[in-house]
């Protein structure tokens, strides 16, 4: 059984990493009241102690407007920490699974990104992302970088669960309908996560197989749709009465501290060749992850 060291344990796709990595092995599941990120001497210390054979980090820095005002602590939490955590791996000898984000890249692209499309963040926020990545790849340890797109879930802070909060208390929403991306489940992350690493410690792997595999990857619903399609979906399969109007704005209109791209679509095709796993369609996740709303 494998030792698995698992950062950010509340959150909403640490919450479901800790049910769906269970049946690989010993899950050491802590969040920030256990360990400080913004502290490399923390994290260096965990890690020797704990002697992971794999460590999961789905920590971060995400309030993305914020961290336009918080740059230092942006940096030290997504850029620095995942190059400590890279470093104590290649120590170990072990293998790191960290999460990006679609934001490193400024989405003026017309078609999905793939994973050797060169990055260009435009907030603070990616910036700090792409740091955190790039210093995965810098230390030369075994990795899996799985870059995602907005994330909701049954739980925590997202999209989905603020847009149904909203429908209960206004007649009309305003939204955002010139940003395309694709909503991507918490529990698909989960899902996926679990069985690459289960494909990668299975007994007849064999030694190389994380070597061969090592890198970054895609990891998103399929399809897309805009932040205003998303919220229509949302409320219809929410069965929301009275129903809000539903106003579609442009970006504009609905001004932000950080700049957000306008075309997240990633694509997934070699997750697919790589692990021949696909994490379904976006709308689909959403009626399934609906019924479980609070």
Not at 113 to 129: A, H, I, M, W
Request: with cysteine.
């Amino acid at each position: 059984m494998k030792k698995i060291l698992l950062t950010g344990k509340n959150g909403q796709v640490g919450w479901e990493l800790q049910r769906t990595l269970a049946p690989l092995g010993q899950i050491i599941a802590l969040d920030v009241d256990d360990l400080n990120l913004a502290d490399p001497d923390a994290i260096r210390k965990t890690v020797r102690s704990i002697k992971p054979d794999i460590i999961v980090n789905t920590a971060a820095y995400t309030a993305v407007d914020k961290a336009e005002s918080e740059p230092d602590l942006a940096m030290a939490i997504n850029g620095a920490a995942p190059g400590v955590f890279a470093e104590e791996t290649g120590k170990l000898g072990a293998l790191l699974v960290h999460y990006s984000t679609d934001y490193i890249f400024d989405g003026r692209k017309d078609t999905a990104y793939v994973e050797t499309d060169k990055p260009n963040p435009l907030s603070v926020y990616g910036k700090t992302k792409l740091a955190g990545e790039e210093a995965i790849r810098a230390s030369g340890a075994d990795h899996l970088i799985f870059r995602t797109s907005w994330v909701y879930g049954a739980r925590g802070n997202n999209f989905m669960l603020t847009m149904l909060r909203l429908a209960k208390e206004r007649s009309e929403l305003r939204v955002v309908d010139d940003q395309i991306g694709a909503p991507t489940w918490s529990r698909s992350l989960g899902e996926i996560s679990a069985l690459v690493l289960a494909q990668l410690c299975a007994p007849g792997a064999g030694k190389n197989a994380i070597g061969r595999v090592s890198g970054t990857y895609h990891l998103t619903s399929s399809g897309s749709v805009s932040w205003c399609g998303f919220a229509a979906e949302i409320l219809r399969l929410a069965r929301v009465q009275p129903m809000p109007k539903l106003v579609p704005i442009t970006t504009p209109e609905y001004p932000a501290p950080a700049v957000r791209p306008m075309n997240s679509m990633l694509l997934n095709d070699k997750l697919m060749l790589a692990f021949g796993l696909s994490a379904g369609s976006w709308s689909d996740n959403l009626r399934l992850c609906l019924p479980e709303k609070p």
